[in-house]
């Protein structure tokens, strides 16, 4: 059966088998280097309350939240688009990715 891609669609090049992550969307594992990772900042401040407190010159501490998708989450709810077969052979850029 042919092979659509070289590396299978992971990134682990010869490092064996990898660890596996929940998708945070549907709950299937994928191994690491196959699903999509996705990085916010995200505050525990209400909004508008954070916005008074900018405006005062005080620090709001956000921190980062990581969540992994497994392709077809990632493509369902956008964070992965769709490349044409041409488009498929060169390395994206990082701002189109997510």
Do not use: N, W
């Amino acid at each position: 059966m042919a092979k659509k891609r070289k590396s299978g669609g992971r990134s682990k090049g010869s490092s064996g088998k990898g660890k596996s992550v929940q998708c945070s969307k549907c709950g299937r594992m994928v191994p690491v280097d196959k699903a999509k990772k996705h990085t916010k900042r995200v505050s525990v401040v209400d909004p508008q309350l954070a916005r008074e407190l900018r405006q005062s010159g005080s620090y709001i501490q956000t921190r980062r939240v990581t969540q992994y998708y497994c392709v077809s989450c990632a493509v369902h709810s956008g964070r992965v688009q769709i490349r044409q077969a041409s488009e498929r052979k060169t390395v994206p850029s990082r701002d189109r990715r997510f």
